[in-house]
Every structure is written in C-alpha cells, then in structure tokens.
C-alpha cells in the first residue's frame, strides 16, 4: 500500500518563476492537507481539501499561493512569482475523513530552494 | 483553539537510559493527541496516539506516551533509548480542519 506520494523531491527555482508541487494520497484517503516547514522551524498548516473543494485554508499566504485537489490527479500547491522567503519543505499529508481520531499521514515532502 | 506546547527545544540521553519528550495540551473538550518523529530531510513517522481509553499508550519502535489529565500532558517516553533515535520528536493535537504541532524537540542520544 502505497504511501503519500510527492513530487519532485527537490525544486530549485530562480526568483520570480512558479512552482508546482504535487501530491497523491494514500490509497483510500480523500483529504488531504499541507504544511510548510521553514529551516529550523516546526510545521505551520496551511490548507486542508477534499476533492474539488478547499475546506480550510486559514494558513494560506494571501498572495501568489494557490492550492487544488481535482477530482481526477493529484493536489497542486502552486506558487507564483517566488522569491527566497518561500525556501521550505512543503509536505503533504492525507486522512480517509476528517474524524478527529485519524492519524494524517506524511509524504517525505518537496525541498523549494529559491536562487 | 487547540494547542500543544513541547517546553524544551533539546535532550539529550545517553544510550541505554530512559528517555523523556515532554509536551502539554491546551484543549476544548476531548483531546486527540500524536506523536511523530522526524528523521533528516525526511517526511514524519506516526509514532502513537491518543483518542481514549487507557493512559498509557504504546506505539512504534519502543516508544510509548503517558496521557495525564490532570496535568495536561502527554509525554512521550522510551525505557532504554538507542542512537537511531535521534531526530526531531513532534508532539500534535488534532484540531477540526488539521493537525496543530508543537515547535518540535531534538533528540540526541549519545553512544
């Protein structure tokens, strides 16, 4: 059974360009939630979806990030126009529902490093 | 708003010994509570939880966590730690739309 899938990895990206990170749930799961993770820093929340719909996105910055989890493919956080500040591991976590006793469970998160 | 705290940033342990992470809650109503661990450039591990029922929770690789009411604490502890323990130890509450951490705790364990 396989895990919470993310890609790349690693993004390096030159100031002003857009990234896309990409995530599939684990088999079964249809919420799905990211996090940001700054050098150093514990993980700050930043938007929870199910399928087509954006439930929570309280943590989202208010300019150039956007998420979507479409009802085919996977979840894209997108960030336009990124500058150094958005240099963080972004790591995705999904749940089956969103029952206050379910585990969320981690991919092993996209590295953005902005040059 | 739900809330954990994880009072000291690092411990170290020597190995062999009992190690302690320590974390308190902040709750309305009944808490939900996890642990996870962080190894290197690495997504997290799910270690444990609580929901309800016994106090005392066991989970993966050893570890195990002591949910106390009174105190409003949940630590999370190992009776004899090993140095492949060492790694970024993540206290969490469940919240209605995600998963609040606490700031993280370092764990070094010294051969």
């Known amino acids: 059974n396989a895990g919470v899938m993310q890609n790349p990895r690693h993004l390096v990206r030159r100031r002003g360009q857009e990234a896309r990170l990409r995530c599939s749930p684990m088999k079964g799961h249809s919420h799905v939630y990211w996090y940001r993770q700054l050098p150093e820093e514990g993980l700050k929340f930043m938007v929870y979806l199910q399928k087509e719909n954006i439930i929570d996105e309280s943590g989202m910055p208010k300019e150039r990030f956007s998420a979507e989890f479409p009802k085919e493919g996977p979840s894209i956080l997108r960030i336009q126009q990124v500058v150094r500040g958005d240099s963080a591991a ?14 969320i469970y981690f991919g092993e998160g996209s590295w953005l490093t902005v040059v | 708003a739900q809330s954990v705290a994880q009072p000291e940033d690092q411990v170290n342990v020597a190995e062999g010994n009992p190690l302690t ?13 996890f642990w996870y661990v962080q190894y290197p450039n690495r997504g997290l591990q799910f270690l444990l939880k609580y929901i309800t029922g016994d106090n005392l929770v066991k989970g993966s690789y050893g570890f195990e966590a002591e949910f106390n009411k009174s105190q409003t604490s949940f630590h999370l502890k190992k009776p004899s730690a090993l140095v492949s323990d060492s790694a970024l130890y993540f206290c969490a509450v469940r919240d209605i739309n995600d998963m609040r951490f606490g700031a993280g705790t370092r764990l070094t364990v010294k051969p």
């Open chain 2, 21 to 33: 992470v320590k974390c308190t809650y902040s709750v309305s109503g009944n808490p939900y509570l």
């Open chain 1, 90 to 103: 972004y790591f995705c976590a999904s749940s089956p529902e969103n029952y206050s006793g379910n585990t």
